[in-house]
C-alpha cells in the first residue's frame, strides 16, 4: 500500500495567536483534548503529567478513533466548523458537540514544541508527530507531519492519545492545582465520562459546587427564585420567563466566609462547556456580598446556532457587545437581576442566621439592652446592630463580639469610654466595629495598674535571677506569690500545699510513693482546677534525660491515683542551664503535646514581659489617643 501524506494548510499567524499565545498554560490546552475527548464519545480520559527527567504529558482517550482520511480531511483541518460541516450538533453517542472552532490543536503548540499523536479506528492504527520548528521554518504554508505508523493492523481499543514532548514548563506539575482547575471548566453531568489523573486518580468532571463545609446558602434557578423571591421577580418578570424558556439553570451559592478571589462570583458553561469565567455580573462588585458569592449556570441555549459564535477563542468570556444579539443582552441583565436579589435575601438570612446563632449562646440581645439604663441602651443598640448586620462577622464570631459587649459593661471604664466617644459623633458602624475590634484595649485601661505592677514583679523576678537567688527559698517563695510567671494566662493560685502535705493527706502510707526519696518543689492547683506540678533545678545542674523523664512520672503518679485529674495535670521542669546530653532535647518537645514543659527562668521572663508588656501598650496606646483627642 503506497503511504500518503498527511497536511495541514495553515497560515503562521494563526498558529501564533490561537495556539502558542492564546494557550499559554496547561489547564486550557487540556480542557481542549478532553473536548476532544467527549466529542470522540469516549468513556475514558487518561491524563498523565511526568515529572520525572523530561517533562511531558500525555493524554489519551477511548473514543472513536480517526482513519487516516479523517485526520487528513477533519483534524488537522485548521478552523474546521465540525457543526457545519456534519450539519448536526450531536456525536453519534447523542452528546452535544464542545468543540466548533476547529482551533483546539493548536493548543498544545503553547506548551510542547512536539506533539505525537496515534489514533486506532477498527483495527487500523496511524501514528505521526508534529514538531513546531519545523511547522515554522516550512514553505508555502503546508506542513506534513512525519507520519510513524501509516494503516497499521492492531488489536489495540479504538482511541486517541497525544504526547506532547518539549515543554515549555521546567516546575514540576501540581496535580492537585490542576485537577481543581479542570474542574472548573467543565459540567459535565454524566457518569459515562470520566477523568483519570496519573493512573491512580479518578476524577469525574461534574461539579462546580464550592466546598460544602463553607456554603452557607443555595439559590437554583429557577424554582428557588420563584419561591423566595416572588415579589422581586414581578419587577423583571420579562427577563425571569425569557431564562425559563431558554432552558437556564444554576445555582447561586453564598459561603459562610470570604471566598478565593478566583471563585468568587458566577461561572457559565454551554454544554457542559466553560463560556464565561466567574464575574459579578454587577457594577457594584466591590460591594462585601461578592466576597462571598459564587454559583454557576448552564446557557446551552447561547451556543445553539451553527452559524453564530457567542463564545471568544479562548472560552474565558462571551462576546457581551455584540449588540444586535438580544438574547444574550437579555441572559446578561436576568443575571444581574438574579445577584442584585440574591444580595438582599442574603443579607437578610444572614442576619435571622446570626440573631439565632448568638441566642444559642445565651445571648437575647434585647431582654439584656432591657436591664440598661436609657443612657446604656442607645449606645447597646447601636454597637449589637453593627455587629449582626455586619457582612464580615460570622455567626460565631457575632456571639463573642456580644458576649464582650455584655461583659465589658460590667465596667464603669467601658461605659465612660464608650459614652465619650458618642458624645464626640454619631457611632455608625464603623466607628462601632472598630470599637469592639480593639476592646482589649478597654480591658487594658481597666487592668492598667495591675500590668504596671506585674511589670515590677518582673523587674524584681529578674534581680532575683541575676543574683543566683536561693530557688527554695526565694524563687520558689516568689513564683507561688506570682504564678502568672509560669503561666501568663494563670492570674491565681488556689491555696498552695507541698507535694509531700498533699500525699499525706491522702495517703498514710508514704511508701506508696515511687521512689520516696524523690523530692518536688511544690504543687499547686489553679481555679479552674488545673494541677500544676513544678520542680525547680539549681543553674548548675546540667538536663539529663532522666531528670526530663522524672517530671513525666510525676505527672503519671497523679494522674493514677486521682482519675479525676486526668487531661488537668500540667509539669514544669524549670532550670537555667538548658544545655543537654545528648536525646534529652527530643524527649522535652515530645512532652509539650502532654503538657509537661522544660523552660528556663529566662524563657519565663520573656513570656511574662511579652504577655505584660502588650496589656501596658494596650493602656498607652488608649492613653495617647485621649491626649490627641484633647489637644484637637
Known sequence: ???????????????????????????????????????????????????????????????????????????????????????????????????????????????????????????????????????????????????????????????????????????????????????????????????????????????????????????????????????????????????????????????????????????????????????????????????????????????????????????????????????????????????????????EQRKAEKKKKVSSHGHDIDEWIKTLNPTEKTLAQKLTNAIIENDDINEDTAADYIGCIKDMYSFEGFKQFTAELDELQELDNEHAIRLLTDWNNIEAKEYAKIAIGRIKTIEQFEKFIRTDASERDVIQKFLEEFPWLLDPKMSKFEREITYINLLKRKFADESDLPESNRRLDFLCTNSAGTIHIIELKRPSIKLKTKEIQQISEYVEFIETQFPQTQGHVKGFLISDNMTYEPGAEKVRKGLESVDIYVKSYSDLLAEARRYNDDLYKMYENISNKKKDKGSE
Open 1 to 347: 500500500m503506497r503511504q500518503e501524506e498527511l497536511q495541514v494548510t495553515f497560515d503562521i499567524n494563526t498558529i501564533d495567536h490561537l495556539g502558542v499565545k492564546l494557550y499559554s498554560t496547561i489547564p486550557p490546552m487540556i480542557a481542549e483534548l478532553v473536548s476532544n475527548a467527549w466529542d470522540a464519545d469516549a468513556n475514558n480520559v487518561y491524563i498523565n503529567f511526568n515529572n520525572e527527567g523530561e517533562k511531558t504529558i500525555t493524554v489519551s482517550d477511548d473514543g472513536t478513533g480517526m482513519t487516516f482520511s479523517e485526520l487528513n480531511e477533519h483534524f488537522l483541518k485548521v478552523g474546521r466548523n465540525r457543526r457545519v460541516e456534519m450539519h448536526k450538533d450531536e456525536t453519534e453517542g447523542g452528546r452535544k458537540v464542545l468543540g466548533k472552532k476547529g482551533l483546539g490543536k493548536l493548543s498544545m503548540f503553547g506548551i510542547g514544541k512536539k506533539i505525537t499523536i496515534s489514533t486506532v479506528k477498527s483495527g487500523i492504527k496511524n501514528t505521526f508527530v508534529m514538531d513546531y520548528k519545523q511547522l515554522k521554518d516550512c514553505e508555502g504554508s503546508v506542513y506534513k507531519p512525519a507520519v510513524i505508523d501509516y494503516c497499521v493492523k492492531t488489536d489495540e481499543k479504538n482511541g486517541t492519545s497525544f504526547l506532547i514532548e518539549q515543554l515549555s514548563r521546567k516546575s514540576d506539575f501540581d496535580i492537585e492545582r490542576l485537577h481543581r482547575n479542570l474542574q472548573t471548566r467543565f459540567h459535565i453531568y454524566s457518569d459515562k465520562f470520566v477523568v483519570h489523573i496519573n493512573d491512580d486518580e479518578k476524577y469525574e468532571i461534574n461539579s462546580n459546587d464550592i466546598p460544602e463545609d463553607k456554603c452557607q446558602f443555595v439559590w437554583k434557578f429557577p424554582e428557588d427564585f420563584e419561591k423566595d423571591f416572588d415579589t422581586e421577580i414581578g419587577k423583571f418578570k420579562e427577563l425571569f420567563e425569557f431564562g425559563k424558556t431558554k432552558g437556564v439553570h444554576g445555582k447561586i451559592y453564598t459561603s459562610q466566609t470570604p471566598l478565593n478571589k478566583n471563585v468568587q462570583g458566577i461561572v457559565l458553561f454551554s454544554r457542559g462547556k466553560l463560556v464565561q469565567e466567574h464575574s459579578a455580573f454587577d457594577d457594584r462588585a466591590n460591594d462585601n456580598f461578592f466576597q462571598y458569592m459564587s454559583g454557576s449556570f448552564d446557557v446551552d441555549f447561547i451556543d445553539s446556532s451553527f452559524d453564530v459564535d457567542n463564545c471568544s477563542t479562548d472560552r474565558k468570556t462571551l462576546a457581551w457587545d455584540i449588540d444586535e444579539n438580544e438574547e444574550l443582552y437579555k441572559l446578561q441583565e436576568l443575571l444581574k437581576k438574579l445577584v442584585s436579589v440574591t444580595q438582599k435575601k442574603w443579607r
